[in-house]
């Protein structure tokens, strides 16, 4: 097996000590981490139960979605906690906020407490939500900081597990449940709880070191495993849309599904043995007076880039604001905010994502007005889950290869996205036989592929000096659009709807009574109005592709390859004097008289 085979339990021992410690089991673990941290995209499955047991209109309904959305944007106490704190900190914070704010959920529709208040539900959902800016950050930024050089992928990757994590948690629920739902929320509750705790001690920033391992070719061996499951549960979406399944199969889909989230190991042992492999080399070939320094040596050795940076002149945040700097370059964070390229994007994300969002989060209500059964409105949200995953992985890669090698402007990838998103809100609207099927790909597959487009630009146009804060300002933009389109709009239209119709049999909605609307005038206004607005916000776009396009056609990376060129340089030079030192100190000591050793 190489120079540094595994000859006896004590070798089989540190092999095993190198894996848990190692760099890629905190990846596997972070895997685990999002692909259980997903609940926001999992309301579609519950949101039917909250409804008619707590007798909610659609409008109170939307108000606690944009609970759960505005809980799940905004992340800012997260990442200020998780500076001045280690991972493990922040990761137990989520943990703790997830199992309260879903727990307090599923005793509300079980009802094992008496009814909340609507505002209690606005509370606990938001809660729930939230903890998941924890996870994210706890699981995410430590992921980034550990695998600098390759963090593109690492992100797109991250967040494609939690694209698919309604349907993975479907698949596993309903081993356990079958098709009875009123206990989703308790699962939600304690499942991702219990992960962050399993593996608390797991994420945590380590030392940066290539020893033995290609980085970019593992990631990759993890993206094939990642898209054999989200095929895999493709696949099985698709048949239980066609056949009945038994308790036992769906217990043999479950135990597929975890297989093949769990295959990530084997790339976790083979590149901690190309690691340990490595070090027991160099401990082989180390002399044997120098072994007692070999540790202090290797940690030398592994040093993370980011601690060679060039020293930048600091510029006050108020300094210019209205005078930025050329595209690419640093902006401070005023001058961001109110450049002509921020105020365009973010408009476009309110009147793109805010449509995209009002019809993940109402695709229970859709199905149900449409006449769908509940298995199909189930299939609904898992498809949705898995092209949210697609989403990621083909904007977040494949936008790389328009840029590279077409000179594409990323924005305007941006603007493509929003008009597709336009032909799924279409088909919701004029209630398109089976439509609701293709509109859930459609929609899910724009939803992921928003989210890496704009955190992308954003680092592109304004750099990564403040780009911690501008990230959660992107994200701001969401629940903003979301309480205009799905709030305002899309719950209002429901429930005037739904009044009609109970006016029209003659019956009058009592206090507490849930108000349903059967049909296809239920959503109709409401999804032509978000067509209009999501067309708009293309069509604003556009003007950051104009102003873009010039940049994109240069180099974008120049600037960043130069400074890596930079920092490589130096540890070079760093590591040579090293090695002339401990040269100098071996000949001293063999210099010496041997009883003076």
């Not at 596997?28 to 008619?52: E, R």
């Not at 597709?420 to 089976?434: I, T």
Request: charge should be positive.
């Amino acid at each position: 097996m190489g120079a540094a085979s595994i000859e006896n339990w004590v070798d089989m021992k540190s092999l095993v000590l190198q894996v848990l410690k190692g760099r890629w089991l905190m990846v596997f673990a972070s895997f685990l981490m999002m692909v259980s941290a997903g609940a926001s995209y999992m309301f579609g499955l519950y949101s039917n139960d909250i409804k008619s047991v707590l007798g909610y209109d659609q409008t109170t309904l939307n108000l606690i979605s944009f609970s759960k959305d505005l809980g799940a944007n905004i992340g800012v106490l997260s990442g200020l906690i998780n500076e001045v704190t280690p991972p493990w900190v922040v990761i137990s914070i989520g943990a703790v906020l997830n199992f309260f704010g879903h727990f307090m959920i599923w005793l509300a529709i079980a009802r094992k407490i008496p009814k909340p208040q609507v505002w209690h539900m606005c509370m606990y959902m938001g809660i729930g939500a939230n903890s998941h800016t924890f996870t994210n950050t706890g699981a995410l930024v430590t992921c980034v900081k550990n695998f600098p050089e390759s963090r593109g992928i690492v992100l797109g990757l991250l967040k494609s597990y939690t694209g698919i994590s309604a349907a993975v948690v479907a698949q596993l629920y309903h081993a356990v449940y079958g098709d009875d739902t009123k206990y989703f929320t308790l699962v939600v509750a304690w499942l991702p709880t219990a992960i962050s705790f399993a593996f608390i001690g797991t994420i945590r920033i380590m030392k940066v070191s290539r020893s033995g391992s290609n980085e970019l070719k593992a990631f990759y061996h993890f993206l094939y495993f990642s898209l054999g499951l989200a095929a895999f549960l493709l696949v099985i979406i698709i048949v239980e849309k066609r056949v009945s399944f038994n308790p036992s199969e769906y217990v043999g889909s479950a135990a597929i599904v975890l297989f093949l989230l769990f295959l990530p190991l084997t790339v976790v042992i083979m590149e901690e043995y190309k690691v340990w492999e490595s070090k027991r080399s160099i401990v082989t070939k180390a002399p044997t007076h120098s072994s007692r320094a070999e540790p202090e040596t290797l940690g030398h050795q592994d040093e993370p880039l980011e601690h060679f940076v060039v020293v930048e002149k600091e510029v006050s945040w108020r300094k210019d604001v209205f005078n930025p700097p050329d595209i690419g370059e640093d902006f401070t964070i005023l001058q961001a905010i109110f450049s002509v390229e921020m105020v365009t994007l973010l408009f476009a994300t309110i009147c793109g994502l805010g449509g995209t969002m009002t019809m993940m989060d109402n695709l229970g209500q859709i199905g149900t007005s449409f006449g769908y059964p509940l298995k199909s409105i189930r299939n609904f949200v898992s498809l949705t889950s898995i092209w949210n995953y697609t989403g990621h992985i083909a904007a977040g890669i494949g936008s790389e290869i328009f840029i590279t090698k077409y000179k594409w402007p990323r924005p305007l990838i941006f603007t493509t996205i929003l008009l597709l998103s336009c032909v799924g809100h279409l088909l919701v609207a004029f209630n398109v036989p089976y439509g609701l099927y293709v509109a859930s790909v459609v929609t899910g597959f724009c939803f992921g592929a928003h989210w890496p487009l704009i955190y992308t630009i954003i680092s592109e146009l304004f750099g990564l000096k403040y780009y911690s804060t501008l990230y959660n300002i992107g994200g701001l933009a969401s629940p903003i659009g979301l309480y205009l389109l799905n709030v305002r709009v899309t719950g209002y239209l429901y429930d005037v709807e739904a009044k009609k119709q109970m006016a029209a049999l003659g019956l009058q909605r009592k206090v507490g009574e849930e108000l349903n609307c059967v049909g296809g005038e239920c959503f109709k206004l409401s999804f032509i109005i978000i067509t209009v607005v999501t067309f708009f916000g293309a069509l604003v776009s556009l003007v950051l592709v104009m102003r873009t396009r010039k940049f994109y056609r240069g180099d974008i990376y120049k600037k960043f390859r130069e400074t890596v060129g930079v920092a490589d340089e130096t540890k070079i030079e760093v590591a040579k004097t090293s090695a002339e030192v401990e040269t100098t100190d071996l000949k001293r000591d063999l210099s010496q008289p041997k009883g003076q050793w």
